[in-house]
């Protein structure tokens, strides 16, 4: 029942470069979640966007900032990568901004740090 | 692909047989539960969730409980399939916050 998309689904950058990773969100949501999954630990929330703002945040530093758009797509930036940067970067949908009910994750994008 | 569950604690279960996975959460104020199901290379797809005012829920072969006062959640699964291998994750939220705070993991194999 996925139907959330995201791209590029491998990517591989050098330390100190700038990453954009994109998400489409399942059709009829209008809240996007944005999670980092490290190596054999669970998924750790970054953000959440809803009605094209910022709706709540994790413990991840300002470098990590992001975009929704009107039709609910969503785009992760990360700044000045860093090695502990490497890691899956999952995007999910739901509805009803802080409602953060049955979340619907995406395939994700593996990013690696060199 | 191979981004989830190195060094997970592991349950092996002989097909056919019943499952049950554990889940301690942290926050006793924590209102809703969802458990997530992990494949290699893809993302966590939803198996069911539970509110904190219900004890127990039941999908298609699977059963969620919930234990408020040891803070305590686990997952059955009846009739173990191989498609059921996977890293298993229950996650949890707390009041109206946007996010959801993610356990560490188990993963379930599956054995012929």
């Known amino acids: 029942e996925t139907g959330v998309t995201q791209s590029p689904t491998h990517l591989i950058k050098t330390r100190g470069q700038q990453v954009t990773l994109r998400c489409s969100s399942q059709s009829g949501h209008n809240t996007v979640s944005w999670y980092q999954q490290a190596l054999g630990q669970g998924p750790q929330f970054i953000f959440q966007?809803?009605?094209?703002?910022?709706?709540g945040r994790g413990n991840f530093p300002p470098r990590f900032s992001g975009l929704q758009f009107p039709n609910y797509s969503s785009e992760l930036n990360v700044n000045a990568l860093e090695l502990d940067d490497s890691a899956l970067y999952l995007c999910?949908?739901?509805?009803?901004?802080?409602?953060?009910?049955?979340?619907?994750f995406g395939s994700g994008t593996q990013l690696s740090v060199l | 692909g191979e981004s989830v569950g190195l060094h997970l604690p592991t349950l092996s279960v002989q097909e056919g047989d019943n499952s049950i996975i554990n889940c301690a959460y942290s926050n006793s104020a924590s209102d809703y539960f969802i458990w997530y199901k992990q494949e290699s290379g893809k993302g966590p797809q939803f198996i069911i969730d539970i509110r904190s005012n219900m004890d127990k829920r039941q999908g298609q072969r699977v059963t969620v409980l919930l234990n408020k006062t040891v803070k305590h959640l686990s997952l059955q699964i009846a009739a173990t399939q191989p498609g059921d291998s996977a890293v298993y994750f229950c996650a949890e939220r707390t009041g109206t916050a946007s996010k959801l705070t993610f356990g560490t993991g188990t993963r379930l194999q599956v054995t012929l």
């Open positions: 999910a949908s739901s509805q009803g901004g802080y409602s953060n009910e049955k979340l619907f």
């Open positions: 966007y809803y009605r094209e703002e910022e709706n």
